[in-house]
């Protein structure tokens, strides 16, 4: 009770940061994990096909997603809340009117060629008429929640969050109960859900700016986003782009239980988000402190903290897609473990990224994206059809290490060219626990019918985060504290 009541007291004293931290944060991992938790119901209620065409069309949502509103509510969008605080219902206004703009063009081009749209993308002129609109008044509700977050307003941000995340997937199910849809059920149901919540936020944006072409914002947007759609479309080419091929070269069965296995391993993006949502600021001001070791000594706790979790993951993988869904879905603990370690390079490269875009070097990070991209694209042509759609998931990884190596050269790179001559992270830590978990990760495809081993291997990894405990929450305690 005293505990309780010292926490209340606590959070009582914070700052309204600290307090929107927290909720964003908290928001973040429950929103993720909704959408988490339904992933055993629609695996149950829908064929592998089903939930393959379902997976096939949130990877196609996403890459066309980009050239329909050029990501305009992403990084130019949060710089310029800052940059015009005095004149923001304008300019989100008007960037709502760019952005639809941008997709009226790209429906008057799919109008022009549905047949060829419908021969790539397998989508009816229903759903994909559905997909623009969606594309019209989605960025809406984005630019609303962006806003929110630089105004520290997280209680309105955080209901709508909860209550979005709440209604699609009722929705969706409601449609698989009460009609013959099958896997459009759950698509339409997503779509149903966002383009309502979007269409309120689109018409009180407007309502409030009033404008939908101003000059200099469009020009200042389109500058600066228009050279940063490579990186956009190679980060969902990286994520996306697999799950499209198999269902080319396997069909949408394998695609299903690939992606199956890849929201698995996605879970982890649930701790590694709010993790690092809270330790970009402080990096940031370690590195204008030029406080680099203590920068290297506290990260090699969380990288520690990190690789665990990952191999936890890695782990019980036959145990979560038994429980997440049906045993025709069983083969997808085959790839679990390379996504999983993909996660894990996602982790390390992200460390380096930060330093990256802390110096403004952004030219790099597209790069290290492209490059990424057509090497996962060119690997999945090669061995998919050789080995089937478990060779997505190593392809994949590799990739990721791709990624991960090129980024930490230009972070050095970047590192020289600021007069940054020691180590800001303790690589060769870090090249140690990538080593660990690729070697415990090929183990498992050994030992995954070994039960005995795996739960032994566990016990020794949940005693090793034990032990190393306190000192993850003392750097935490710091991170939240701005130490």
């Known amino acids: 009770m005293n505990y309780i009541k010292f926490s209340i007291k606590t ?106 749209w419908r021969r790539l993308l397998g989508m009816g002129k229903v759903t994909m008429i559905l997909l623009f609109v969606y594309y019209y008044v989605y960025p ?3 630019f609303w929640s962006v806003r929110q977050r630089v105004e520290y307003k997280y209680k309105k941000m955080v209901a709508v969050t909860i209550l979005v995340s709440v209604l699609t997937p009722a929705v969706s199910i409601a449609l698989l109960h009460l009609t013959s849809l099958r896997e459009y059920a759950v698509i339409w149901g997503y779509l149903f859900v966002q383009i309502l919540v979007g269409l309120f936020f689109y018409i009180l944006n407007f309502c409030k700016g009033r404008v939908i072409f101003h000059k200099k914002y469009w020009k200042h947007a389109l500058k600066f986003n228009i050279p940063l759609i490579p990186h956009y479309l190679s980060l969902i080419v990286l994520g996306q782009a697999d799950r ?85 879905y069983m083969t997808a603990e085959w790839v679990i473990p390379a996504v999983a370690i993909s996660v894990y390079f996602t982790y390390c490269y992200g460390l380096f990224s930060n330093v990256e875009f802390y110096y403004s070097a952004t030219k790099y990070v597209m790069f290290a994206s492209s490059i990424g991209a057509i090497l996962n694209i060119i690997l999945n042509a090669i061995f998919i059809p050789i080995f089937g759609f478990v060779a997505a998931g190593y392809t994949t990884m590799v990739c990721y290490f791709c990624f991960m190596i090129m980024h930490y050269l230009f972070m050095r790179k970047v590192c020289l060219k600021n007069n940054i001559h020691e180590q800001i992270y303790d ?49 935490w305690s710091k991170i939240k504290g701005g130490k």
């Open 11 to 116: 959070y009582k004293n914070m700052s309204i940061q600290a307090k929107a931290s927290i909720w964003y944060t908290a928001c973040n991992i429950l929103q993720k994990g909704i959408s988490f938790v339904v992933i055993p119901i629609y695996t149950r209620l829908l064929t592998t096909v089903e939930y393959g065409a379902y997976t096939v069309f949130q990877s196609w949502r996403d890459i066309i997603l980009i050239f329909a509103t050029l990501n305009l509510y992403c990084g130019v969008f949060t710089k310029a809340m800052v940059d015009y605080q005095e004149d923001r219902d304008v300019y989100t206004s008007s960037m709502q009117g760019l952005g639809s703009m941008v997709t009226t063009l790209l429906l008057l081009v799919y109008l022009a060629s549905s047949g060829l």
């Open 140 to 142: 809406a509700f984005s």
């Open 244 to 328: 499209i091929m198999i269902d080319r070269y396997c069909g949408s069965a394998d695609a299903g239980i690939y992606g199956l296995a890849y929201q698995v391993s996605m879970a982890l993006n649930i701790v590694i988000s709010a993790v690092n949502n809270a330790m970009v600021p402080w990096t940031y001001e370690k590195l204008k402190a030029a406080e680099y070791k203590l920068i290297r000594k506290n990260f090699r706790y969380i990288c520690a903290f990190m690789m665990l979790m990952t191999i936890g993951v890695i782990l019980i993988a036959p145990e979560v897609v038994a429980i997440l869904s049906t045993p025709e």
């Open 427 to 475: 690589v060769k830590f870090m090249a140690f626990s990538c080593f660990i978990i690729t070697g415990i990760g090929c183990m498992c495809l050994i030992v995954y019918k070994y039960t005995l081993i795996r739960y032994l291997l566990i016990l020794k990894g949940g005693l090793t985060a034990f032990l190393f405990r306190g000192r993850v929450l003392a750097f």
